[in-house]
């Protein structure tokens, strides 16, 4: 009853509920959110701690930077009592200033996109090595490419979505098992680098697109594979790129997710452009199956002083 009464308490309030309004669109650090909400950054921080004191919130650090996210109480499978309806009608009853909030969040998720894309559109001027540097460690495209081969999609008989395809490193290996590769990037500049190598390499199954990994240009269930290598954390809302592939693959259809492990090296950040120091397992595997995705493998290659560990997760899109 006492945790019961304390969530009540918390959520009683409107700018608290503006707050878990904004992170029902994913994680925020206090100052993004001082910028969203139009607020002090004192008044945010005093919210949050009610927020987080009461179960409902919890900070996820990266690096030197803290985020905040919504705790696993919100999510399907796991939250009692009145959390679902209680989300439900946030989301379908916006508040007094919801269309302001929208706007706030909206900007700032570009604002992410813009960096990351302004990064790339230069990364693609570089040469080979740095390039490689950028894009990371090429010793789990085996791996990508043996688990593509055994896989609906695979085999040569189906179509595969190189998420991010940067200068298009993996195309060759995709190409050797399917019919149909489209290749999606949102810097165009990189996208001309891609192309070039697929022209050069002959891959005549190599289609290119344009556009944001959260708004994938795919129709619903136009895939039957897709591949997120090394790019989720360059995207600005890694959740909405895995509701997105969703989205795109049909019933059934795979998912092959690469990325690194949770560090601290934040000279990645102004080197590498990475917008996330890596990913923890639980909050990976947790996206996935809020999105939809049942998990059939996981493997965690390990790092070394050179660069973190990497994740290589399998699975597939639940009917």
């Given at each position: ?69 919504l705790t696993g109480l919100w999510e399907s499978e796991t939250r009692s009592g009145f959390l679902p309806s209680f989300a439900d009608e946030l989301s379908s009853n916006p508040l007094q200033f919801a269309a302001a909030d929208d706007r706030g969040i909206k900007a700032c998720l570009n604002q992410r996109s813009r960096q990351a894309e302004r ?201």
């Amino acid at each position: 009853m006492q945790s019961c009464l304390s969530t009540v308490k918390a959520l009683a309030d409107e700018t608290r509920l503006r707050i878990v309004r904004v992170l029902m669109t994913g994680s925020y650090n206090v100052n993004e959110l001082v910028t969203i909400l139009t607020m002090g950054q004192s008044r945010v921080s005093r919210h949050l701690r009610i927020l987080s004191d009461a179960g409902l919130v919890s900070p996820r650090r990266q690096g030197t930077w803290v985020y905040y996210e919504l705790t696993g109480l919100w999510e399907s499978e796991t939250r009692s009592g009145f959390l679902p309806s209680f989300a439900d009608e946030l989301s379908s009853n916006p508040l007094q200033f919801a269309a302001a909030d929208d706007r706030g969040i909206k900007a700032c998720l570009n604002q992410r996109s813009r960096q990351a894309e302004r990064f790339f559109n230069d990364v693609a001027e570089r040469d080979d090595s740095q390039r490689e540097e950028i894009e990371g460690p090429a010793d789990h495209h085996e791996l990508l490419s043996s688990i593509l081969a055994s896989v609906p999609g695979g085999e040569g008989n189906g179509t595969v979505v190189d998420l991010g395809t940067g200068t298009g490193r993996l195309l060759s290996l995709l190409c050797e098992n399917s019919r149909h590769v489209i290749g999606v990037d949102g810097a165009r500049e990189m996208i001309e680098v891609a192309r070039k190598r697929s022209e050069e390499l002959e891959l005549g199954a190599v289609e290119f697109r344009l556009g944001s990994l959260e708004h994938l240009p795919l129709r619903d269930g136009e895939a039957d594979a897709m591949v997120a290598n090394m790019v989720l954390h360059h995207v600005a809302n890694p959740s909405a790129v895995i509701k997105e592939v969703y989205r795109g693959l049909v019933p059934g259809g795979r998912f092959l997710l690469a990325d690194y492990v949770a560090h601290w090296r934040e000279s990645h950040r102004e080197k590498l452009g990475d917008l996330w120091l890596g990913f923890n397992r639980e909050e990976l595997i947790g996206w996935l199956e809020l999105a939809g995705f049942e998990v059939e493998s996981e493997r965690e290659l390990p790092g070394n002083r050179r660069r973190p560990g990497v994740f290589v997760i399998e699975s597939n899109r639940r009917s």
